[in-house]
T-cell receptor
Framework: NAGVTQTPKFQVLKTGQSMTLQCAQD?????MSWYRQDPGMGLRLIHY???????DQGEVPNGYNVSRSTTEDFPLRLLSAAPSQTSVYFC??????????FGPGTRLTVT | GQQLNQSPQSMFIQEGEDVSMNCTSS?????WLWYKQEPGEGPVLLIA?????ELTSNGRLTAQFGITRKDSFLNISASIPSDVGIYFC????????????FGKGTKLTVNP
């Protein structure tokens, strides 16, 4: 099992550019989620999904879109990047009611 | 939104010392998870707790699900330099969704 994989590992964008952060898991987990981690703020939930075709907003969803067409993949789209979106992004997955496993993260800088 | 109060915020200890940290909330939880994060890496699960009063060990690490269901504790015995990192607690609120609530972390520094 590869677990939770994320690509790219690093990314630099200019303000206004768009991009997609990829997340995949091979554990057949129903639940997947995206977090951002900023210094002193801990982990904040952006969007989550309880299964293919079902997504919902977390604590800080503005400026991000998600979709879940398969159980394995849960991409995060930045529509028009802003410097405030400079952060480290983590994807996580779990079976319902059980422990969440995290990917290695994507470090994004928006200039 | 929901918050977990994690303390202490940071700890500086000597190698060989024992470490204790905890998380508290005003809400009742049905799951407590403890993670460790090293620089440049994602959080790695250390211990999962699902039952009030449960005490679970993973090597030198021991965590407990508080009897009140509003708190959890993590102890590290005989610390070593590779214990350095940030330790996060996370939990699921009773009757809530799958979403996890996270503490802000305890940064552990171990002096050899």
């Amino acid at each position: 099992n590869a677990g939770v994989t994320q690509t790219p590992k690093f990314q630099v964008l200019k303000t206004g550019q768009s991009m997609t952060l990829q997340c995949a898991q091979d554990m057949n987990h129903e639940y997947m989620s995206w977090y951002r981690q900023d210094p002193g703020m801990g982990l904040r939930l952006i969007h989550y999904s309880v299964g293919a075709g079902i997504t919902d907003q977390g604590e800080v969803p503005n400026g991000y879109n998600v979709s879940r067409s398969t159980t394995e993949d849960f991409p995060l789209r930045l529509l028009s990047a802003a410097p405030s979106q400079t952060s480290v992004y983590f994807c996580a997955s779990s079976y319902f009611g059980y422990e969440q496993y995290f990917g290695p993260g994507t470090r994004l800088t928006v200039t | 939104g929901q918050q977990l109060n994690q303390s202490p915020q940071s700890m500086f200890i000597q190698e060989g010392e024992d470490v204790s940290m905890n998380c508290t909330s005003s809400s009742i939880f049905n799951t407590w998870l403890w993670y460790k994060q090293e620089p440049g890496e994602g959080p790695v699960l250390l211990i999962a707790l699902y039952k009030a009063g449960e005490l679970t060990s993973n090597g030198r690490l021991t965590a407990q699900f508080g009897i009140t269901r509003k708190d959890s504790f993590l102890n590290i015995s005989a610390s070593i330099p590779s214990d350095v990192g940030i330790y996060f607690c996370a939990g699921r609120v009773q009757g809530g969704s799958e979403k996890l609530v996270f503490g802000k972390g305890t940064k552990l520094t171990v002096n050899p």
